[in-house]
């Protein structure tokens, strides 16, 4: 079983950036294609960005252009840079693979994007 560790949220004025990085256990990881989702109050849970085990990549597009997602297998974690940061961005982000039905999700870390 694979379990996730979200960190490096915060609260920061639009148009700011953030790094997020979720450090996954277990020596599978590698092998899947992985995911950042967001879950904001009152709405679903839904992916903005998602990484292949060869790092291949994929955007929302409410974040394209200004999120970016990377991966480092040797260290089991994903990143997340985000720029440019609009208050409609707030949310608890967390990862998970994509799709999110193999492991059970991690505490997340919560981006508040607000003046």
């Known amino acids: 079983q694979v379990q996730f560790v979200e960190s490096g949220g915060g609260l920061v004025q639009p148009g700011g950036s953030l790094r997020l990085s979720c450090a996954a256990s277990?020596?599978?990881?590698?092998?899947?294609?992985m995911g950042w989702y967001r879950q904001a109050p009152g709405k679903q849970r839904e992916l903005v960005a998602g990484?292949?085990?060869?790092?291949?990549?994929k955007y929302a597009d409410s974040v394209k252009g200004r999120f970016t997602i990377s991966r480092d297998n040797a260290k089991n974690t994903v990143y997340l840079q985000m720029n440019s940061l609009k208050p409609e961005d707030t949310a608890v982000y967390y990862c998970n693979a994509d799709p999110p039905k193999y492991f059970t999700w991690g505490q997340g870390t919560q981006v508040t994007v607000s003046s």
């Open positions: 990484i292949t085990a060869g790092a291949n990549t």
């Open positions: 277990g020596s599978i990881f590698s092998i899947y294609v």
